[in-house]
């Protein structure tokens, strides 16, 4: 059974910060490319940034470009993803995603985690 279990969502001020997590299980993520996606309600879903099994980081959504860092634990078979200066605007289920290669869309991603939610609200 291949699974990715995202973690780490929840209630975060304006201006606030959150670190999720994605870990895997059944299969080990060092010889994937992992992508962190987000959809809001009623909108697409779409890529935030995704890291290759080499370590190469690519970012996908202009919106969140400085504000957000990927890094992966190969030890761990986990991928997080650090979150600053969070906005009404990046409420939305944040996804880990797997493929052997970072795509910008979603259909280009094998497997997926059910999401943890991200609500940023004063």
């Known amino acids: 059974q291949l699974q990715l279990v995202e973690s780490g969502g929840g209630l975060v001020r304006p201006g606030g910060s959150l670190r999720l997590s994605c870990a895997a299980s059944g299969f080990t993520l060092d010889d994937y490319a992992i992508g962190w996606f987000r959809q809001a309600p009623g909108a697409e879903r779409e890529g935030v940034q995704c890291?290759?099994?080499?370590?190469?980081?690519?970012d996908f959504a202009d919106s969140v470009k400085g504000r957000v860092n990927i890094s992966r634990d190969n030890a761990k078979n986990a991928v997080y993803l650090q979150m600053n200066s969070l906005q009404p605007e990046d409420t939305a289920i944040y996804y880990c995603a797997a493929a052997y290669h970072c795509y910008p869309f979603p259909q280009g991603m094998d497997y997926w985690g059910k999401g943890t939610l991200v609500t940023v609200s004063s």
């Open positions: 890291i290759s099994s080499s370590g190469v980081v690519a």
